[in-house]
C-alpha cells in the first residue's frame, strides 16, 4: 500500500496527515503522540476514527500540524485521519465515519474584530452625558 495523505482543518488548525501500512504509530510534527498531547482526552480524540473503524494497529500516521490551539489541532488530526480512512477503503469505513460524524467539518471560526469597538461584538462603553 502507498501512501496516502489528506488534510483536516478546524479553527485556525490545519493537519496533514500521512497514513501508510505498519503497526499503529502516530507520529505529530517528529514527536509522538503521548509527547506531543499529553492530555488524555486529546489523545482519545485524534484515536477516536481508528478505534471506530478498529484499525488502531493497521496504519502508521505520520501528520504535520499548523496553527490553532492544541484541541482545534486534535480535531482537525481526527478529521484528517477520517478523510485518509475514507480515501483508503470508501466502502468498508465511510459509513461508520458518517454516521459517527467525523467526516464534517466543523467550519465554526472566531469572528473578526470590527472598526470603532473592543471586540466583534462588544461596544465601548455608553454616555448619555
Known amino acids: 500500500m ?31 503522540i503521548e509527547e506531543y498531547f499529553t492530555l488524555d482526552s486529546l489523545k482519545f480524540i485524534v484515536r477516536q476514527p481508528l478505534e471506530a473503524t478498529g484499525t488502531l494497529a493497521s496504519f502508521d500516521i505520520n501528520i504535520n500540524l499548523v496553527g490553532g490551539g ?19 477503503d ?3 469505513y465511510r459509513s461508520t465515519l458518517k454516521s ?8 465554526r ?3 473578526r474584530k470590527k472598526p470603532g469597538q473592543p471586540g466583534a461584538r462588544r461596544r465601548f462603553q455608553f454616555s448619555k452625558r
Open 2 to 32: 502507498e501512501v496516502i495523505n489528506a488534510l483536516g482543518r478546524r479553527k485556525s488548525a490545519v493537519a496533514r496527515v500521512y497514513v501508510a501500512a505498519g503497526k499503529g504509530t502516530i507520529t505529530i510534527n517528529g514527536r509522538d
Open 109 to 111: 471560526v472566531v469572528e
Open 70 to 88: 492544541i484541541k482545534g489541532q486534535a480535531e482537525a488530526v481526527r478529521l484528517g485521519i477520517s478523510r485518509a480512512l475514507c480515501e483508503i
Open 90 to 92: 470508501r466502502e468498508a
Open 100 to 107: 459517527a460524524g467525523f467526516l464534517t467539518r466543523d467550519s
